[in-house]
């Protein structure tokens, strides 16, 4: 069930730009903490890392 919930919770957070609280009250962790303190544990980065990662670069984020 928890693996289950966190894979809804990567896709979310990869695919949508919903906040990570609302992600993580709607698939059923108990607050945001404990949202990531879970990814981090499954996945070995945090949940705004690897949204950061899906995104391209923004206009001033690239090197240069």
């Known amino acids: 069930r928890s693996r289950l919930r966190l894979s809804r919770a990567d ?6 730009d919903r906040s ?4 993580a ?7 945001n903490a404990h949202l990531a303190r ?8 945090s949940p705004s890392r690897s949204r950061r990662r899906r995104r391209p670069p923004q206009p001033g984020e690239m090197s240069q």
């Open 25 to 31: 009250l709607e698939c059923g962790f108990s607050d």
């Open 38 to 45: 879970t990814y981090k544990a499954r996945f070995a980065t």
């Open 11 to 16: 896709w979310m957070i990869r695919h949508t």
């Open 20 to 23: 990570m609280t609302a992600i």
